[in-house]
T-cell receptor
């Protein structure tokens, strides 16, 4: 079965600093991969998805970017964090139809 | 286009009583539907899924949901709530498009009183 790993689990960063969140997938090959953000008390917002190496689609224009350097690696980045980037970031993946499997998430607090 | 409406943002039940979390969807195609559960500061865990087979779907931890096409509903139920069921629940739809794109409901927070 598929397992999604994310790190770090929590992160506190000052405004204007860079960001790199990593997601790796185990147990499958050529998955579709997704980054979501969940603001406090709200639902999930899809940020990026990728159907293959180097293929990134952005759903929401913002201060963030994503990259997929390897089949099972998905990275979320920012050059300069904003206060509004605070939230809970979830990586998900799927290698076939239907459901997505989620990682444990990263709690980002921008101060 | 597809959308999901979770009719209650908060539901409170007593331990041992039934749980009902309501979900209505709209989809242009034959959808697949899911319920996910999220405990505080954790990722989402799949509870159950409907993918055009049996309309009554059984999931983990005693939960089940019934797909009713005529009512465009996919309500989540459990006969007897347990304290450990307290969490956020998301109803999710996909129209089985090539990108496996999911549309999430706004979530329902389930509180279980002792």
């Amino acid at each position: 079965s598929q397992t999604i790993h994310q790190w770090p689990a929590t992160l506190v960063q000052p405004v204007g600093s860079p960001l790199s969140l990593e997601c790796t997938v185990e147990g499958t090959s050529n998955p579709n991969l997704y980054w979501y953000r969940q603001a406090a008390g709200r639902g999930l917002q899809l940020l990026f998805y990728s159907v293959g190496i180097g293929q990134i689609s952005s759903e929401v224009p913002q201060n963030l970017s994503a990259s997929r350097p390897q089949d099972r690696q998905f990275i979320l980045s920012s050059k300069k964090l904003l206060l509004s980037d605070s939230g809970f970031y979830l990586c998900a993946g799927t290698s076939g139809p239907y459901e997505q499997y989620f990682g444990p998430g990263t709690r980002l607090t921008v101060t | 286009a597809q959308s999901v409406t979770q009719l209650d943002s908060h539901v409170s039940v007593s331990e041992g009583t039934p749980v009902l979390l309501r979900c209505n969807y709209s989809s242009s195609y034959s959808p697949s539907l899911f319920w996910y559960v999220q405990h505080p500061n954790k990722g989402l865990q799949l509870l159950l899924k409907y993918t055009s087979a049996a309309t009554l779907v059984k999931g983990i931890n005693g939960f089940e949901a019934e797909f009713k096409k005529s009512e465009t509903s996919f309500h989540l139920t459990k006969p007897s709530a347990h304290m450990s069921d307290a969490a956020e629940y998301f109803c999710v739809v996909t129209d089985n498009n090539a990108g496996n794109m999911l549309t999430f409901g706004g979530g329902t927070r389930l509180m279980v009183k002792p």
